[in-house]
């Protein structure tokens, strides 16, 4: 695979950082094809678009520890850089932040429709929740996407699935039922089977509106995270 490819062509003391959501075997098995003298470093990022406009990033990096300081200054161009440990667990972090990502979102499509039903304000609701407990990532920067009814096409259910399938592969080693991230990983798929892969990752939500013949709909300036 990697007779022609830019790993292959990398001279030694070069480093190879890949910047994908993979499997860890994966980033393990281009240690094993890299040429002698070429060191690998796994930094998935997350920060969605904004983050990536703004040099706002985080990355989660695995690796030997000399690898990733020598690459630490051009990574932290794209923002925060967290060293995770040996290599892969960069891979690992990133799919947990997604696990628990997934978790909120759905979540948060429920909360906001129970809330809505039973008689709260859509804009008192969202501040309560952001002035709680129930404050999240997902309650603060993914709710305008509800609210302003486009649901986040920078990111699709299709892919949401293949995060959460990877999950699936690492569960596997916990040995112990995780009902929270099952019952997120089949809020999505029903989600993708209604609306498609290509739908946007926030249709968790529409689906529940769909369902409940409820609107989510707020008027604001909701400016789209990838315009910010």
Known sequence: MCDAGALAALSPGSTWVDLTT????LIRHLVAEAPPG???????????????????????????????ERVRPVLERLGRVIACGELGTGCVTKLVTNQLWFVGAAALAEGLAVGARNGVELGDLWEAIKASVGDSFAAR???????????DPSFSLGLCLKDL????????AVGADLPMTAAARAAFAR?????????PELSVARRIEDDADLSLRLDGDWIPHWEA
């Open 38 to 68: 070429v060191s690998v470093v796994d930094a998935p990022v997350t920060g969605a678009v904004d983050g990536a406009r703004n040099g706002r990033l985080t990355l989660f990096a695995g690796g030997e520890p000399e690898a990733i």
């Open 165 to 172: 399938g990877l999950l699936a592969e690492l569960e596997e």
């Open 22 to 25: 993979s499997r860890p075997e």
């Open 141 to 151: 920067h993914d709710a305008p996407s509800i609210f302003a009814g486009h649901y």
């Open 191 to 199: 989600a993708a089977e209604r609306y498609g892969d290509d739908a």
